[in-house]
Nanobody
Framework: QVQLVESGGGLVQPGGSLRLSCAGF????????LAWFRQAPGKERSFVGV????????DYADSVKGRFTISRDNPKNTVTLQMNSLRPEDTGVYYC????????????????????WGQGTQVTVSS
């Protein structure tokens, strides 16, 4: 059974940083794009960032560009989201996800292209 486990969420003041981690069990990340999505209270799940299966190409939502960084460690089967200069509007539940398609040429920003999801970790940015 494939399982993703996120960790690293919490409460942080505006301007602070958090580092989210996602570990995969039962399935290798090699060959698959990995993404982070978030869901703010009362809103739909939205794309945060993605890292491709090769060359570590990344893409980010405009709202987080320059502040968030995704990285992956294939031997450890993990993906990490480093979040800096956090803002109250970054508050939400953050989910990691694995692409349903191997070797996708262009990393997807669409949630329906991902078929394995973590349980989510809460991030709250507040003073």
């Amino acid at each position: 059974q494939v399982q993703l486990v996120e960790s690293g969420g919490g409460l942080v003041q505006p301007g602070g940083s958090l580092r989210l981690s996602c570990a995969g069990f039962g399935r290798t990340f090699r060959g698959y794009g990995l993404a982070w999505f978030r869901q703010a209270p009362g809103k739909e799940r939205s794309f945060v960032g993605v890292i491709s299966w090769e060359d570590d190409k990344t893409d980010y939502a405009d709202s987080v560009k320059g502040r968030f960084t995704i990285s992956r460690d294939n031997p450890k089967n993990t993906v990490t989201l480093q979040m800096n200069s956090l803002r109250p509007e970054d508050t939400g539940v953050y989910y990691c996800a694995v692409d349903r398609l191997m070797f996708r040429a262009v990393p997807s920003t669409r949630h329906y292209d991902y078929d394995v999801w973590g349980q989510g970790t809460q991030v709250t940015v507040s003073s």
